[in-house]
C-alpha cells in the first residue's frame, strides 16, 4: 500500500474507540520499532498497535512498516507472542468503487502439504482470497478488526490443519 494508505489506517485506528477491542499504541523511535522482533529492527515504521479482543483475550500486534524497505507499506501482523507474522497484507484494490485490502492464502511450509492447507482454507472460508473493506471511518474500524481477527484465526487453523488430521492415513482408508 501507498504511504499515505497507510498514514490514513494507522489514523483511523489511533482515534477510533471500539467497544470490542482495547487498542494500545506502541512507541517508535526515530520511525522505528527498535527491539521488537528481529524482522522488523531497522524498518521505517509509520505505527504499531497492540490491540485485544477484550472478550477473548485474543490479541496481535498491527505494524504499519515499509516491510521490504521499498516505500510500499504493509499492514504485518503479528502473533501476541512476536513468533512470527499472522498476515502480511499490503494490495488495496477498489472492488465496486470502496478501497478493501485484499490478502491471499498461500501457504509456504516445505512439508508438502500445502495443497491440502489450501484446500481446507477454501471449503471452510470460501475462497483462498480474502476481501477487507478498508474502514471510511473510525466508527468502521471495529468491523475492520473483527474481519483481521478472522483472518488471523483462519489462516492459523489452515497452516495447523495437517497437524489435525493426518490426510495420507485418510487418502489410504478410502
Known amino acids: 500500500m501507498e504511504k499515505d494508505e497507510a498514514v490514513y489506517l494507522a489514523d483511523l485506528i489511533e482515534k477510533?474507540?471500539?467497544?470490542?477491542?482495547?487498542?494500545?499504541?506502541?512507541?517508535?523511535v526515530n520511525g522505528t520499532l527498535p527491539?521488537?522482533?528481529?524482522?522488523?529492527n531497522g524498518k521505517q515504521t509509520l505505527a504499531g498497535f497492540d490491540v485485544t479482543r477484550v472478550d477473548s483475550d485474543t490479541s496481535y500486534y498491527f505494524l504499519f512498516i515499509d516491510w521490504h524497505r521499498n516505500d510500499n507499506f504493509y499492514l504485518v501482523v503479528y502473533l501476541h507472542n512476536k513468533s512470527t507474522t499472522a498476515a502480511e497484507?499490503?494490495?488495496?484494490?477498489?472492488?465496486?468503487?470502496?478501497?478493501?485490502?485484499?490478502?491471499?492464502?498461500?501457504?509456504?511450509?516445505r512439508d508438502g502439504k500445502n495443497d491440502q492447507r489450501k484446500a481446507y482454507f477454501k471449503q471452510m472460508f470460501g475462497s483462498t482470497t480474502v476481501q477487507i473493506k478498508v474502514p471510511a471511518s473510525t466508527f468502521e474500524v471495529e468491523e475492520f478488526f473483527?474481519?483481521?481477527?478472522?483472518?488471523?484465526?483462519?489462516?492459523?487453523?489452515?497452516?495447523?490443519?495437517?497437524?489435525?488430521?493426518?490426510?495420507?492415513?485418510i487418502k489410504r482408508s478410502k
Not at 16 to 28: G, H, L, N, Q, V
Request: charge should be positive.
Open 16 to 28: 477510533s474507540r471500539p467497544a470490542t477491542f482495547d487498542i494500545k499504541k506502541m512507541e517508535t
Open 35 to 40: 527491539g521488537f522482533h528481529q524482522w522488523t
Open 89 to 109: 497484507l499490503r494490495v488495496i484494490e477498489e472492488i465496486d468503487g470502496i478501497p478493501h485490502i485484499v490478502w491471499m492464502y498461500k501457504p509456504l511450509k
Open 146 to 169: 473483527n474481519q483481521l481477527f478472522r483472518l488471523c484465526q483462519n489462516r492459523i487453523k489452515a497452516d495447523k490443519i495437517v497437524d489435525v488430521f493426518d490426510f495420507e492415513h
